[in-house]
């Protein structure tokens, strides 16, 4: 079963829209972590945000926004008033431990490709 | 810029040599990860290391290892490569063994079998 699911395969916008893009994870581990990382054309991968299991409130920087619902086992993430410079790939991830002791691995869904155009 | 280098960063080979991935971390960051990308497994998790020792093994393959060394940085090795061998293959680190911090990414090495 997939631990990360981004069903959202691509999305297409224009400019200034408001755009949501959703992650749903599963996971066993009791603390775990959720992140957002964005992949611009140029390919690096670049950390947006980071929200431990505790923590269900709901965070705001600039035009980004990110929604934790545990209920519903989901972490979406918002971009209001989209630009061109937005568009890229957004992967959400998921860091828990797989066994008893072990340290975390992170694992990545399989992305959304956001086209944002003019 | 993360403050992880990794080089090369473009490594053309043919199938069946060996060639090895090299990974600087961010000043401070004790914790190493492997990644692979690839257009049909996505992002993958390959392995972990912290201050030198191995602390996770994700999907990699047998043909693969990888160490870090007393100056914290890392090698990936990947030998008798091939062609799906092919990918973007990224280096994060962290500041924790335990995962939960954020991970800062290396610009990757596009490795391309011929």
């Known amino acids: 079963a997939q631990k990360v699911t981004q069903a959202q395969t691509e999305i297409s916008v224009v400019e200034k829209e408001d755009v949501t893009l959703d992650c749903v994870y599963e996971t066993r581990d009791t603390t775990y972590y959720l992140f957002w990382y964005k992949q611009p054309p140029s390919g690096e991968l670049v950390f947006l945000i980071r929200?431990?299991?505790?923590?269900?409130q709901n965070e705001i920087s600039g035009r980004y926004s990110w929604n934790f619902q545990k209920s519903t086992s989901s972490f979406n993430f918002t971009i209001t008033a989209s630009q061109v410079v937005d568009s890229a790939v957004y992967f959400c991830?998921?860091?828990?431990?797989?066994?008893?002791?072990?340290?975390?691995?992170?694992?990545f869904g399989s992305g959304t490709q956001l086209t944002v155009l003019p | 810029d993360s403050g992880v280098t990794q080089t090369p960063k473009h490594l053309i080979t043919a199938t069946g040599q060996r060639v090895t991935l090299r990974c600087s971390p961010r000043s401070g960051d004790l914790s190493v990860y492997w990644y692979q990308q690839s257009l049909d497994q996505g992002l993958q998790f390959l392995i972990h290391y912290y201050n030198g020792e191995e602390r996770a093994k994700g999907n990699i393959l047998e043909r693969f290892s990888a160490q870090q060394f007393p100056d914290l940085h890392s090698e990936l090795n990947l030998s008798s490569l091939e062609l799906g061998d092919s990918a973007l293959y990224f280096c994060?680190?962290?500041?924790?063994?335990?995962?939960?911090?954020?991970?800062?990414f290396g610009p990757g090495t596009r490795l391309t079998v011929l």
């Open positions: 991830a998921l860091s828990e431990r797989v066994s008893s002791g072990s340290a975390r691995q992170l694992t």
């Open positions: 929200r431990n299991s505790f923590d269900e």
């Open positions: 994060a680190s962290s500041v924790d063994l335990g995962g939960g911090n954020e991970q800062f």
